[in-house]
């Protein structure tokens, strides 16, 4: 007993909350005597006096003993009790539930009640466990001897001890594939027998010390029918990768299955492709000198990818070495830097190491154009993408050296060096021999050949729809 507790006196001016899902779906079903009993049963509990015993509660009602009962009864086969005891008399309430109410008639059990206690009769089946039962069979339309089957099979692989938690578990699984007639439910366990044999050692592997149970028959199903992989297959996978469960063991098959890897010869094939992608990535990750705790997302978000695009592991290692080198020292930096050599099109070492032996010659170039411009710092990316653009306009780079010069004291000497090829473009001059339209007496500027006035530079602009290269 709690060291705190209300007075009677407390009680008695206090309330005794009714859910309204019973006033409105269960209170029309029933006499006004059930519901004297089934509301004055409320404030019982609630009073939690220890004294009040079935004659003192049919006293205060003013109601029959059998009747008190018979209406307690009326209300567990509604749901919302439960009569855990005859001899003394014991009820239990039970929350109201959510769902449409459905009279179960508890009779029509009878012979199922001393059929389901035969099969277990390691332990004493509780009420509340029944109607869970009885919830199920009316829920599915499951025959009581449907049901019987399913508690045999459960008793069979767990023992005779066994919880009705698991075999509600695996009676709901076979309603909600449809196996709810006593004939589709003896050809399931007739299949399940008949199958036992071909994946027991499958089962095995997985988990030594386990029975195979209709959960993994399902599984086997789906793998040898829905994903067309055989036995041995199977089999193959389980103990090439010592997963320690069949859901697992499910979750590799299906990996397998979206690889179009169905064969022992393709299996193995991948899971060696698979070990040396790993050993790759642990290479990448030492180059990098990172350290990484779990290598799987290494491979599957960066390596895996990376070798779909073409690149080989030498070439990995020879780009997480520069990465390292160049103080780029992350996954995301590599991956980036990956991504840009894919796009250009540099997959193979060779390409990369001829693309960077041209870059250093063209930085060598670039530094005698940033001298010649009275600059002094280091090439930059913006630099290398004009000299690209420069010689994307065909100038050699004689001319380009030559617009540096010519930019020497600007306030922006490469900017001016594009204004200069670009007018030296529009006159068609790529050879020394005829840069004459520059004038330093024009204040360093590029002659127009043409000029335009504000109106005749509108006319033009409203004359195309567009500029396109």
Not at 142 to 155: D, G, H, S
Not at 298 to 311: I, K, L, Q, S
Not at 320 to 331: D, E, P, S, V, Y
């Amino acid at each position: 007993m709690s060291f705190c507790s209300f007075t009677k006196e407390f009680n008695k001016y206090t309330s005794t909350d009714i859910d309204n899902k019973f006033i409105t779906s269960y209170l029309p079903e029933a006499s006004g005597n059930a519901v004297k009993v089934y509301l004055y049963g409320l404030l019982a509990c609630k009073d939690a006096d220890e004294s009040l015993t079935l004659g003192k509660f049919s006293e205060n009602l003013k109601l029959d003993e059998d009747e008190v009962k018979d209406c307690f009864k009326f209300w567990e086969e509604w749901g919302l009790l439960n009569v855990i005891s005859e001899d003394p008399f014991l009820v239990k309430y039970l929350p109201v539930s959510s769902d449409k109410p459905k009279k179960i008639n508890v009779e029509k059990y009878g012979e199922f009640n001393k059929a389901l206690q035969a099969l277990i009769p390691e332990r004493m089946i509780t009420t509340s466990e029944y109607t869970a039962y009885f919830n199920l069979m009316e829920d599915f339309s499951l025959p009581p001897e449907a049901m019987l089957m399913i508690v045999k099979y459960c008793v069979d692989i767990k023992g005779e001890a066994i919880g009705f938690r698991y075999i509600l578990k695996v009676a709901s699984d076979f309603c909600q594939r449809g196996l709810n007639t006593v004939a589709k439910i003896e050809k399931e366990l007739s299949d399940y027998t008949l199958r036992q044999g071909e994946f027991a050692g499958i089962v095995a592997a997985v988990s030594p010390n386990k029975k195979p149970e209709v959960e993994d028959l399902n599984l086997y199903k789906k793998w040898t029918e829905d994903y067309s992989f055989s036995p041995d297959a199977v089999l193959f996978t389980a103990k090439k990768t010592k997963v320690k469960s069949m859901a697992k063991l499910d979750k590799e098959l299906s990996s397998l299955y979206s690889a179009k890897k169905i064969s022992v010869e393709e299996i193995g094939n991948y899971y060696s492709e698979k070990n040396k992608t790993t050993e790759t990535a642990r290479k990448i990750a030492r180059a990098l000198s990172l350290y990484v705790e779990i290598i799987d997302p290494v491979v599957e978000n960066y390596v895996t990818p990376w070798m779909n695009m073409g690149y080989d592991e030498e070439t990995l290692i020879f780009i997480a070495n520069f990465c390292f080198r160049k103080n780029r020292r992350t996954l995301e930096d590599m991956n980036e830097l990956v991504s840009g050599l894919y796009k250009n099109g540099l997959i193979t070492i060779m390409s990369i190491a001829e693309y960077i032996k041209s870059a250093t010659a063209d930085d060598g170039f670039i530094k005698t154009l940033l001298a010649d411009a009275g600059l002094s710092r280091k090439p930059t990316d913006w630099d290398r993408r004009n000299l690209k653009a420069w010689r994307g306009w065909n100038f050699s780079d004689e001319m380009i050296e030559e617009a540096a010069k010519i930019s020497a004291g600007k306030s922006n000497p490469m900017s001016y060096v594009n204004a200069v090829l670009s007018g030296w473009k529009a006159q068609n001059i790529f050879t020394p021999d005829k840069i004459t339209v520059y004038s330093k007496s024009a204040g360093g500027k590029m002659a127009n050949s043409h000029n335009y006035s504000k109106e005749q530079l509108d006319d033009l602009i409203d004359n195309i729809e567009d500029i396109e290269f």
